[in-house]
């Protein structure tokens, strides 16, 4: 006689930390399995570089599915993502206090990064900072959600590409935690709680890149009328403004609309000019002063733009014009004038 016993054995796995690869990144997470895969969903994020105007808004718009499917009854085979879980949002990259950075011309330059979602508005984040809870939604449904890139008002860009690339973490939250029960509080990164609840992992990358021209511009000149009842040299001056992105250098050319290699005034009648000559200096390091030759494009690195639109610190740059006195013996006519076109351009 033989006794046979059976023993079942039992074992009950407990993913310390259940987690979701982003596999199936824009649908609403049926027909997917396990359930951690379905929980999360990240769109249109990670599917490219990020290319963000310098001069406009910079928004990266994307979608995140952040619920949950019960383990019971046909859901095991349709996969329904049913219940609606919260999450929090992390990104990490270069960066410091409040501020991400990207790289280009000339070394760092700091960005703010805020996260859009429906219900909260923007938020602003902090590198390698847990933010605040966002609502996810029921039956997989993407919520539209966006990236807002905020340069501060006070940096100027050099021309070139800036660019930086970013970790993007989701921690869905405990769904059974009381926010006013400090024993048991909602916790969503390195929550004890896992049931019902996953992590994206591994992260997404996103590369953000900014491309900004160089931009260049001249204001302040005006009208100059100049009047002398003397056959002294004349002299007459106007300061005016010069900026360029990031304060880089700039080369200047001056032609006179009767000019063919001098700088001419010409008389009222049409029959009579006068010469004048024409003085460029900054006002502004690096200080430089050169006498300018008609439609000669003066280079070499003497002068260095605002890098504040307009000059908002002071005006930089000063134009004088010189009559000769040997130019003004027996003049002809009795008004002489001149177009004189002042062109700027990066070096």
């Known amino acids: 006689m033989k006794l046979l016993k059976y023993l079942t054995l039992l074992i009950f796995l407990n993913n310390a930390y259940a987690q979701s690869s982003n596999s199936h990144p824009c649908g ?22 990020h290319s963000l105007p310098a001069d406009a808004g910079k928004i990266i718009p994307f ?56 219900t909260s508005g923007a938020v602003p984040l902090r590198p390698s900072t847990e933010s605040t809870r966002f ?8 919520t539209p959600v966006e990236f807002l890139v905020t340069i501060p008002e006070d940096i ?35 929550s004890n709680n896992t ?70 005034l010409r008389g009222q009648a049409g029959i ?13 390091p690096p200080l430089a002063t050169t006498w300018l030759q008609e439609g000669v494009t003066a280079t070499g690195g003497l002068w260095h733009g605002s890098n504040r639109e307009n000059c908002a610190d002071g005006e930089n740059m000063l134009l004088n014009v010189h009559i000769p006195a040997n130019g003004l013996v027996d003049p002809a006519d009795s008004q002489y004038s001149d177009t004189l076109t002042l062109t700027v351009e990066i070096e």
């Open 28 to 49: 609403d997470g049926s027909g997917i399995m396990p359930v951690h895969e379905k929980a999360i969903g990240i769109c249109n994020l990670d599917t490219q570089v």
């Open 63 to 118: 979608s995140i599915r952040s619920c949950w499917a019960d383990w019971t009854g046909n859901e095991w085979v349709t996969a329904y993502c049913r219940h609606t879980r919260s999450y929090t949002i992390e990104v990490r990259g270069s960066g410091s206090g409040d501020y991400f950075f990207l790289s280009g011309p000339g070394g760092n330059i700091p960005v703010q990064f805020s996260f859009r979602h429906p």
């Open 135 to 142: 609502e996810g939604a029921a039956n997989g449904v993407q």
């Open 156 to 190: 100027q860009l050099q021309a070139g590409t800036y660019q930086g690339t970013f970790d993007f973490y989701l921690y869905q939250c405990n769904p059974w935690g009381d926010p006013n029960n400090p024993w048991n509080p909602i916790q969503c990164k390195d």
């Open 195 to 264: 049931s019902e609840r996953t992590e994206l992992y591994p992260p997404i990358s996103f590369t953000i890149q900014i491309d900004a021209e160089a931009q260049i511009q001249i204001s302040g000149l005006e009208d100059m009328i100049i009047t002398s009842n003397t056959s002294s040299d004349i002299d007459a001056e106007q300061s005016f403004c010069v900026y360029t992105s990031g304060g880089v250098g700039f080369n200047l050319r001056a032609e006179s609309a009767h000019g063919n290699g001098n700088f001419v």
């Open 272 to 284: 009579d000019t006068i010469n004048y000559e024409l003085q460029v200096q900054s006002l502004s």
